[in-house]
């Protein structure tokens, strides 16, 4: 299902115009209008889901081969050093528009781009308390 005024759905399945890297039956890869590093793309899945909580699970194993697939791409392609594969669920990490993507960012030696998460250092209790928090 499309959702009516949503971007991506629209983008998706051609409705609007975008540089676009790949196309199947189920998805559209494009490049992003505000690209972190050369080549950072966009996987869209044409079907409207919000995020990765309403994702189809078939759909979730699909864009995972498909990022794989675009991977390999962009090493012969692009020459990319390395890449960053991000997914943002919910306002609060950092998601701005609310139809599934995976961000495909192509890493190059001396990119300038850093993505750093300041990290915590728990005890041992602390990280057990979370642990039995999340399997119980
Ligand atoms: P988010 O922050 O939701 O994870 O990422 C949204 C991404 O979509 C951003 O990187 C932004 O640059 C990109 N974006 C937003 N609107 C458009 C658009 O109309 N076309 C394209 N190609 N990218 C878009
Ligand atoms: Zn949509």
């Given at each position: 299902m499309r959702k009516e005024n949503c971007i991506f759905c629209k983008i998706a399945n051609g409705e609007i115009p975008s540089k676009t890297l790949y196309e199947d039956r189920n998805f559209r890869v494009i490049l992003d209008l505000?690209?972190?590093?050369?080549?950072?793309a966009l996987i869209l899945p044409k079907?409207?889901?919000?995020n990765l909580y309403d994702l189809p699970q078939e759909s979730a194993s699909e864009v995972m081969v498909l990022a794989q697939k675009m991977a390999a791409t962009f090493v012969e392609?692009?020459?990319?050093d390395g890449l960053n594969l991000m997914q943002n669920n919910g306002e609060v990490a950092g998601?701005?528009?609310?139809h599934f993507h995976l961000h495909l960012i192509p890493r190059y030696v001396?990119?300038?781009q850093s993505i750093n998460l300041k990290t915590g250092s728990p005890t041992q209790e602390e990280l057990e308390a979370i642990r039995r928090t999340i399997v119980e």
């Open positions: 505000g690209p972190a590093t050369k080549g950072h079907e409207h889901a919000e392609k692009l020459h990319c998601q701005t528009v609310r001396d990119d300038g």
